[in-house]
Structure formats: C-alpha cells, structure tokens
C-alpha cells in the first residue's frame, strides 16, 4: 500500500513544512520562440590561437543549429580586482553573460590546467548581480586543446566551475590533443573524429539549452533560499510590532 506523501513529511523534522515543494514536470509556457542565446568564451591571446579556432568551429556549428552567438574578445580584460567593475571589457562580458542562455568555455591546457586568461574571463562574472543571476540554470559546454597527447584536465576544472556557477553543464565534451595538427593554415578544422565529437557537443549543448531555458528558474529554485526568504520577510514584517510592543 502506498504512503500518502503528508505522512512523509512528518518524518522531517528539520523540514519547513510550508517551504517543501513536491518535485513535478515544471512549467511548460512560455515556450521561448527565438534563436538560443549562446555566449562563446576562450583562453588564448596568441595570434594563431588555437583555442580561438575551436571556438570559431563551435559558433559555425551552433549558427547553423538555430544559434545566435556572441565571441568575447578577452584581449584587454585587467586581471580579476586590478580594475573597476565599470571597465569596458568587464562590462561587456557581464552584459553577454546576462544575455545568453547558454555558454561555450573552451581554454588551452597550459601547466596541467586551464590558463589564467581562461580564469579570469570566469572571475569577472559574478555569482549574483543586484536580483540577477548572470549563469545559475544556464547551459555550458567544456572544450580544451591541448599541444601533446590527449588530456582532460581542463574540461575537468571548467566543469568544476560551471558546477560552483550554478550551471547546467552537459555530459559531453571536447579535448583535440595535438590541435597544431587538427587545423589548416586558414585556422579551419580538419575532418576528423575530433571534428565529429564537436559537432556531437554543439548538439547536445542545443538540446539541453532548448529543452531547460523556459524552465531554468524551476529547475534552480531551491528549498533553502525559500527558507532563508521566508524568514527575511517574517522579520521584516514583525519588525514594527517587535519595536510598538
């Protein structure tokens, strides 16, 4: 026999009843109508930046699956704190971040790890803005190239920060070991299967940015700032009878 779903709650004590919510589908309307909005981020400034080039693969891809996009140039951008927060560059890359609904990290691996240029793109983007969340429910891909054999100790650090930036990070991703090999002189992208797991990449980022931007408020709505809300606004509201009594 099943249990009534009142009784389960009972054995929560630490659960504010009136704060609980019965996990369901989510909202359905609004459906978006316009194109996905996907912001590309990459972590090179070299001329022949190799990164740069897997980037421009990717936003050929995602305009050609219904994308609209947007590259941001971080040549320019101070490092993290050694400006103000009304730098043009700085400012710039917020207003994209709030823009998009999906992301594109893509950096080199330098050291065993993402670069600095990479981090610091991510650094400027705030966790919280005023009442605005410039990443939390949105979409990201990871990509790396790599200048030896095959690595993933990027992707593994960027998924890391998509985790700590509220993001929904899709399952699959992209390291092109041996990049100065994967691209002709023109910067394009030679066929191969590294070619192809792009393309798999932009898909799936497509799929997943579809199906969660109407519902992403859903989706990242959570129990405990419900709580910590609702005991704001107790306080704001016994706070004259506190001070009349």
């Known amino acids: 026999m099943s249990k009534d779903p009142a009784d389960g709650i009972n054995d929560l004590p630490n659960v504010v009843d009136a704060e609980f919510r019965m996990p369901h589908a989510g909202p359905r309307e609004p459906v978006s109508t316009h194109k996905p909005r996907i912001l590309l981020l990459y972590g090179s400034l070299r001329a022949r930046s190799y990164s740069r080039f897997l980037t421009l693969e990717a936003e050929r891809l995602l305009q050609a699956m219904g994308a609209e996009t947007r590259i941001f140039d971080p040549s320019g951008l101070p490092l993290p704190d050694d400006a103000p927060e009304d730098h043009p560059k700085v400012k710039e890359l917020r207003s994209l ?133 609702a005991e704001e606004l107790s306080k704001r509201v016994n706070l004259p009878k506190a001070a009349g009594s």
């Open 97 to 229: 971040a709030n823009w998009s609904e999906g992301q594109v990290w893509c950096s080199p691996e330098r050291h065993g790890a993402m670069t600095a240029i990479m981090k610091a793109q991510i650094d400027w983007i705030p966790l919280n803005s005023g009442a605005v969340r410039p990443t939390q429910g949105k979409t990201l891909a990871v990509m790396q190239v790599s200048g030896g054999s095959q690595s993933f100790n990027a992707v593994n650090q960027l998924r890391v920060l998509g985790r700590w930036m509220r993001m929904l990070t899709i399952p699959n991703q992209s390291s092109v070991a041996k990049a100065f090999q994967e691209f002709d002189e023109a910067g394009r992208m030679k066929p191969s299967s590294y070619y192809d797991r792009v393309v798999d990449v932009m898909e799936e980022l497509m799929k997943f940015t579809l199906l969660t931007r109407d519902v992403s408020p859903y989706l990242t709505d959570r129990y405990s700032e419900r709580v910590e809300t």
